[in-house]
């Protein structure tokens, strides 16, 4: 624990009267004058950090660098105000004063303005340069320039080392282009960079050997590509003799010079396939006219084919010769129909025959006893069944009167006469007893 200075005494030597210690509100209330007294208002750099955002509408964020960080606040009224769309990571410069939160005992910085640092200042100058030249009228459609559907020279003002110029050589090649791709060097960032390239602009112009020009490079950043909004690129650009195309970074990066130019292109790759389209266009127009030309070729070639064999058949018919042949090829046709014609009659009469016998089977006498007999069988067995005789064989006997009747009856029976009794093996004739008996 470090000693207390010479300034400070031990409490117990403060008297009642003469208290030398203060609250923290004080002390704090003390220490917050002297900060916003002392230092007054200024201007911080840093990266957003911590960004927070109120629904009252204040936003409360850090700002920091490699060495230490700053709270900050910006409150609502002020915030409705900027420009700047915050977001952590992004380097500003704020304007403010600073003062202390008495509750925490935090200082912070109140923010009142803020710019973004670097780009926001290029973005700027880009805005002011671009509104500045475009009232000049260098961005109308109305001076651009149609490009040739057929360059036969491309001029490509760019960096020997880039990568940008070998994509567009590469993809011209790759989609049949025959013309002649000459490259203007100049450096396409840093210092002198746009001096350069505005000095190719014009010195192709000046050659009268292109029937088109390619400004562009590779993608980067705004400070990257900056040598492409540069006042004297942009006046280059519209001054040129030459059809521009612009081709600068991605298809998100835009420049001053693609406003200036007669197209603009989002890439290097993307104008090297605008200027080839036509050629590659008129290349399969030529191959689909030489296609059709040579079926057309082929059918007249094919109808003439048939028609000399036609009339070469014609004349070997006419021939006595083939007058006999054709001759006997008729009788063998005929010849041929005639046995086919006996077949198929005679085929038909067979059906037919089988038909009618098979018909004649089913209706035949012997066909229908054979079928009949089992139930002629059953009929002549119940008739046995029932007949008298089987009843006799049964035990039983028939008694007739003088008549030949049949008796039915017990009371039909008349004492003392003579009755015929039929049985199983034979007749015989008996007599009725004068008392009959009980049975």
């Known amino acids: 624990m470090m000693p207390l200075g010479p300034e400070f005494e031990p409490m117990e030597r403060l008297g009642a009267e003469e208290p030398r ?75 403010g004063r600073i003062s202390v939160y008495e509750a925490r005992g935090q200082y912070q910085l109140i923010v009142r303005t803020m710019i973004e640092d670097g780009v926001g200042r290029l973005q700027r100058e880009f805005e002011a340069l671009k509104r500045r030249l475009a009232a000049e009228g260098l961005f109308e459609k109305g001076r651009k320039r149609a490009l040739p559907e057929l360059p036969a020279v491309v001029g ?83 001054e040129c003799a030459v059809p521009v ?39 399969r127009r030529v191959e689909d006219a030489a296609s059709r030309l040579q079926g057309a070729w082929d059918d007249r070639v094919e109808t003439a084919r048939d028609r000399l064999e036609n009339l070469r058949a014609r004349l070997k018919l006419l021939t006595p010769r083939g007058q006999i042949e ?30 009618m016998a098979a018909a004649l089977e089913t209706r035949s006498p012997q066909r229908r006893v054979e079928l009949e007999s089992p139930r002629l069988l059953g009929l002549w067995k119940r008739l046995q069944a029932a007949s008298p005789q089987s009843v006799l064989n049964r035990g039983f006997a028939i008694v007739r009167d003088g008549e030949h009747r049949p008796v039915m009856r017990r009371a039909e029976v008349e004492s003392g006469k003579s009755y015929d009794v039929e049985f199983a093996d034979g007749r015989t004739r008996m007599r009725a007893d004068d008392e009959p008996r009980e049975a």
């Not at 007054?40 to 936003?59: A, F």
């Not at 835009?254 to 290349?283: H, I, K, W």
């Not at 001759?327 to 038909?355: E, F, I």
């Open 21 to 95: 210690a203060e609250s923290v509100t004080l002390f704090t209330r003390r220490l917050k004058t002297l900060l916003e007294n002392g230092l007054g208002q200024g201007w911080v750099r840093g990266e957003v950090s911590n960004l927070r955002r109120q629904t009252s509408g204040h936003v409360y964020f850090s700002l920091k660098d490699g060495g230490a960080q700053l709270a900050c606040v910006l409150f609502r009224g002020d915030a409705m105000r900027q420009t700047v769309e915050m977001r952590d990571g992004q380097q500003v410069v704020v304007g």
């Open 156 to 238: 490509f003002v760019t960096s020997l080392t880039g990568a940008a110029v070998q994509d567009f050589a590469r993809i011209m090649q790759r989609r049949g282009w025959r013309g002649r791709l000459v490259v203007l060097p100049a450096k396409v960032q840093g210092t002198g960079a746009g001096s350069e390239i505005a000095r190719m602009i014009k010195t192709a112009g000046e050659m009268a050997m292109f029937d088109v020009l390619v400004v562009g490079r590779g993608g980067g950043s705004l400070e990257d590509l900056w040598a492409f909004n540069e006042e004297q690129v942009v006046r280059a650009v519209v």
């Open 245 to 283: 195309i612009s081709a600068v970074g991605h298809e998100i990066d835009f420049t001053l010079s693609d406003f200036a130019a007669d197209v603009r292109a989002e890439t290097p790759s993307g104008a090297a396939e605008m200027l080839s389209s036509a050629f590659g266009e008129l290349c």
């Open 326 to 355: 054709q001759g006997w090829l008729r009788r063998d046709d005929l010849a041929n129909r005639l046995a086919r014609a006996l077949s198929v009659t005679g085929t038909q009469k067979r059906s037919a025959y089988a038909a």
